[in-house]
């Protein structure tokens, strides 16, 4: 199993970290740069005061009447309590707090407009990780059943295919479309599939894109559906980036809203989390799952296997109400709300076209726009004579590039590799998370560094 988010390079980041700060450094940089993972609150971000404030109180209950939380926080971390047996500290439902669910619904009948679903289609998870491996690991037995996964991916997926010996079958994305999915390729790697003894059971889709930040759009996603009809395979839509859309005029659209508006009868699971948007409560593992179209049959078998592990965790839980369901105008925490939103999302989108055009003025240097989520994918056209160097380590060609930058810049990154790429291009993935200073800073050691990697192995 690999997991490159995780990988050697963030490793050694680490190791460099700590000499950093015990003085024992003799770098030429002075600080560490993570740029290797979404994690917004490692990296500066502040958490939303209305969150934690409902966290804290569902903690601690004696916090609701002290008088020392506005109103709106500590009525509804009563009505959360309300909702459970014995508060965070006692296990839920194994689907999760039932009035949680019941809210989760509202808010994806809000977002889509279309019918109000079922809660007992939903369930918390922790993290979104968790549900994606729950159906991954369901929906296959052993590597005769495959999982078809972009290239390049959130290498959860690879990972999780290889974890649970099913057949990992890499659809590509073409970068010189803005990385568009290719409908007949899908049928074609289908057909190889079955002529090979592996029937494709799911299709996984990323939207917005991690590493590569694309957007679908209402058509895109018609299209993808109607192959996955045609195929029998589920679909499994990931849509932890939703609300991270940055640029005027783009709106996410979810796959169960074209489900449901097509009238498809195709499965459709659907993961959302609450380590993105713009709260980034990574570490709270909140999540939840929507099954669509599942077989009332297939729905128990999934409430089977997670009552084996209990429960998602609470705070979790309560994070995924607050995500759903954040104060609205007229509430008394609303006008801090939206200003630390709306902070958030304003720095995110300039953050995300500066990466990107500065990194596009660069020599030797591609990199298609960033719609969505925190990531770009930039392409590296390296000299063949840095591919040769990386042969005679034995590394992969954009592991050497990111393993000088950080060597040289204290810059982490993850290289392309890690994601999967076309044969013979070399990328690396960087969050647009770090803080605009520490990002300008960032955006010019990367401007020296291509120079001087470019000039080094011309
Ligand atoms: N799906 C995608 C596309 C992700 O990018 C991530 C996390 C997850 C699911 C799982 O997140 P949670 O389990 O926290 O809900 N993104 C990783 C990444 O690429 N950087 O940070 C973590």
Redesign the pocket.
């Known amino acids: 199993m690999e997991y490159a ?1 995780r990988g050697e390079l963030v490793i050694k980041a680490g190791d460099y970290q700590k000499q950093l700060a015990d003085g024992s450094a003799d770098l030429p940089f002075d600080e560490i740069i993570l740029c290797n ?3 917004p609150q490692s990296v500066g971000q502040k958490p939303f005061t209305f969150f934690r404030q409902v966290l804290a109180a569902c903690m601690y209950p004696e916090l609701i009447d002290s008088g020392t939380l506005p109103k709106d926080a500590a009525e509804r971390a009563a009505t959360i309590l309300a909702g459970m047996q014995g508060g965070v500290g006692a296990y839920s439902g194994s689907k999760g707090v039932d009035s949680i669910r019941e809210n989760v619904a509202a808010y994806i009948q809000e977002r889509d407009g279309g019918e109000l679903g079922d809660p007992e289609n939903i369930f918390l998870t922790s ?4 549900g ?1 491996k729950t159906i991954m690991q369901l929906a296959t037995r052993n590597a005769s059943d495959g999982i078809l996964i972009p290239t390049p991916q ?1 290498p ?1 997926y690879s990972a999780t295919v290889t974890a649970i010996g099913a057949a990992g079958i890499g659809y590509s994305l073409e970068e010189s479309t803005g990385w568009k999915l290719q409908p007949a390729e899908i049928t074609a790697l289908c057909a190889e599939a079955r002529n090979n003894g592996i029937t494709p059971r799911c299709l996984v889709i ?1 939207n917005p894109g ?1 590493p590569t930040g694309q957007l679908l759009t209402h058509d895109d996603i018609a299209e993808i559906i109607a192959v996955a009809e045609e195929e029998g395979l589920m679909l499994l839509a ?1 849509e ?2 939703q609300e991270n859309v940055y640029h005027p005029g783009q709106e996410f659209t979810s796959f169960k809203k074209v489900v449901e508006a097509t009238g498809s009868a195709v499965e459709c699971a659907s ?1 959302h ?1 609450v ?1 993105k948007g713009f709260q980034g409560e ?1 570490g709270m ?1 909140g ?1 939840y799952m929507e099954l669509y179209n599942f077989d009332h049959d297939a729905v128990e078998a999934v409430y089977k296997c997670v009552s084996v592990g209990l429960c998602s965790n609470l705070p979790g839980q309560v994070c995924v109400d607050l995500m759903v369901k954040p104060p609205k105008e007229g509430d008394e925490s609303y006008p801090l709300y939206a200003e630390e939103r709306d902070g958030i999302f304003s720095s995110l989108g300039r953050r995300a076209k500066k990466l990107v055009d500065s990194l596009n003025a660069l020599d030797g240097m591609t990199c298609n726009p960033s719609d969505g989520a925190m990531y770009s994918f930039p392409r590296v056209h390296l000299p063949p004579k840095a591919i040769a160097a990386a042969e005679a380590q034995g590394v992969e060609p954009d592991f050497l590039y990111c393993s000088e930058l950080l060597d040289a810049t204290g810059i982490c990154t993850v290289p392309g590799s890690g994601f999967g790429q076309e044969e013979g291009t070399y990328h690396f993935r960087t969050t647009f998370l770090p803080q605009e200073e520490t990002m300008d800073k960032m955006i010019s050691l990367i401007g020296k560094f291509q120079a001087d990697f470019m000039a080094k192995y011309a």
Do not use: K, M, P, T
């Open positions: 988010v993972i979404g994690n993290g979104a990780s968790e994606i959130y959860l990323i991690n990931d932890v980036y993961f989390s380590s990574c593992r999540g």
